[in-house]
């Protein structure tokens, strides 16, 4: 079995984690990439083996993590030039005391970013092609106003509501210690404060990173999802500042969701601006 050692990156869709991934893999120590199918395996294995299943009493724990770890392991296996492995799945945030059993010493990196933010991402990528309904809103049809698409993504079970829910899940759970959030502004205004940041966090030696030639695209995947562009990385790391497509009330109905840039109560490990104190009146 290979000596991989692996990282995870998780947090909200819209938030920086395939140009954190575009970042990681310049160094050539490294394997990152955009979403794995790995999540999905993990998820798939579980249910033939859990409860219910016709082969749960044929397997126990152990051979369980056998099964995950070998699956990893296996994968990544043409990957034996590189010796740390970032697998980046929005589930993994609320997998994570399977990734503390299965992989002691991995980390978790969290992709986050002011949900108004988010939609106003999602929003333009869906605006920006009238011809195309995309899987963006999984099975839901309610797509017909800017209201109902936003409400449809912030579900428990939908794109931005899912992965909203397992970084709470993870900010305030009892392996919290293990996770880092990293704020999408920042690491876009300042790469080059965030990432050794990054990597004190991983326990690596840093790497010179070349913040003007980050390039990272997968169109065939993007064209079947409806969304061209949609993991598309600029060479140069940057920061637009720009008017929100939303409505007000919709754009200070989804701020209020931004929970990470107050760290009380919790034991993760965060990136990001500090609060703007409020203004006594």
Request: glycine fraction near 6%.
């Amino acid at each position: 079995m290979s000596a991989h050692r692996f990282h995870f990156i998780s947090g909200l869709p819209r938030s920086g984690s395939t140009l954190l991934s575009a970042i990681l893999r310049q160094n050539p120590r490294f394997q990152a990439g955009m979403s794995s199918p790995v999540g999905g395996f993990v998820s798939s294995l579980l249910a033939q083996v859990s409860a219910g299943s016709e082969f749960a009493a044929q397997v126990d724990n152990t051979q369980r993590k056998n099964l995950l770890t070998g699956l990893f392991h296996s994968y990544y296996q043409g990957e034996q030039d590189k010796e740390v492995i970032f697998d980046t799945n929005r589930l993994w945030c609320a997998r994570m005391p399977l990734l503390q059993d299965l992989f002691p010493e991995a980390k978790v990196i969290a992709c986050a970013r002011n949900v108004a933010w988010v939609m106003d991402s999602i929003e333009r990528k869906y605006r920006s092609n009238p011809y195309e309904y995309t899987k963006l809103f999984g099975g839901n049809p309610g797509r017909s106003t800017v209201y109902q698409r936003l409400e449809s993504l912030a579900q428990h079970e939908q794109l931005v509501g899912f992965a909203w829910a397992a970084l709470r899940e993870a900010f305030y759970g009892e392996h919290a210690s293990r996770l880092l959030v990293v704020d999408y502004d920042l690491l876009a205004q300042a790469p080059e404060k965030v990432m050794p940041l990054v990597y004190s966090f991983l326990g690596e030696p840093y790497f010179e990173h070349d913040f003007e030639h980050v390039e990272y695209d997968a169109p065939d995947f993007d064209l079947q999802l409806g969304v061209p562009g949609l993991h598309r990385v600029r060479p140069k790391v940057s920061f637009s500042e720009r008017r929100s497509v939303l409505p007000p009330d919709l754009f200070e109905k989804y701020s209020q969701l931004t929970f990470w840039t107050d760290p009380s109560g919790s034991a993760a490990n965060v990136i990001a601006p500090k609060p703007k104190a409020k203004e006594i009146e």
